[in-house]
């Protein structure tokens, strides 16, 4: 099984408590300022997890779709959308294969959710095509990824580890110059109160490879940032402190 369906199995209800999670709302409002506050744009939330993103825009008035590979996560995010009496559409999907063309006007890729977690650079890039055909010509794309850039200058492991409210214990950690990718060992506390101790293996981009990408897989107007959680603006240029990077593209129109 691959490490983040083992991970993500039985880890929703924590999910919710973890540090980086907690910034939903700034999150949102950053997104509808790119969305110029258009409500009537349907968005897919590729990677949606517990629904935070998804349920946070459709309070607000946007039609949302929200795909994961997760039952768990998406039984908790339907719950979650139930208790605010707001109407998503929860599928179960896998976001290198959406089956969706030209049906979105936006699509979200945040926190993680999916890319850049694959196990190749080819299952990488199938979600960014992925995702672009689910797009109809001229929607925007908003994704964060993990940042080449943190590593030259930080401890991956310190960052997670010094976060004191996160559940997740790094034990062992590895970043290859090679491949841009990091092998973690980390032990993560589940719902049902268990300790899973997983390897994961997630890659890094660097922003003139993440526009290559997004340009390849049939974006244009690409546009880099720096962000962490809850820090999305338009203002702070890709930098080796951020650990995370933002992009925002548009479908291109042919």
């Known amino acids: 099984m691959a490490w983040y369906k083992e991970l993500f199995e039985d880890y929703a209800k924590q999910y919710d408590t973890e540090d980086f999670v907690q910034h939903t709302e700034s999150e949102v409002a950053f997104i509808e300022e790119v969305l110029a506050h258009d409500t009537s744009i349907r968005i897919l939330d590729i990677g949606c997890g517990t629904g935070r993103h998804s349920i946070e825009l459709a309070a607000r008035g946007y039609p949302v779709t929200g795909v994961d590979l997760s ?16 109407s998503v559409s929860f599928e179960e999907g ?33 979600i960014l095509k992925s995702a672009a055909r689910a797009l109809v010509p001229g929607g925007i794309l908003i994704l964060t990824t ?36 990091e092998a973690e060992t980390f032990t993560v506390t589940q719902d049902s109160g268990r300790e899973l101790t997983i390897t994961s293996s997630e890659r890094f981009y660097v922003p003139p490879e993440l526009r290559w990408l997004l340009v390849t897989a049939g974006f244009a107007d690409v546009e880099l940032y720096g962000c962490m959680p809850g820090q999305y603006n338009r203002e702070r240029k890709p930098n080796p402190d951020d650990f995370e990077m933002m992009a925002i593209a548009r479908k291109a129109v042919l």
């Open 71 to 86: 039952k768990a996560q998406l039984k908790r995010a339907r719950g979650k959308a139930a208790l605010r009496n707001v």
């Open 94 to 126: 896998d976001a290198r294969r959406l089956p969706f063309e030209n049906c979105f006007g936006c699509a979200l890729s945040l926190c993680e959710g999916g890319f850049p977690l694959m196990e190749t650079d080819e299952e990488n890039f199938e």
């Open 146 to 181: 993990l940042n080449g850039l943190f590593p030259m200058a930080h401890s991956i492991k310190a960052l997670i580890n010094d976060t004191s409210t996160t559940s997740l214990r790094v034990e062992e950690s590895s970043f290859d110059l090679m491949t841009f990718r």
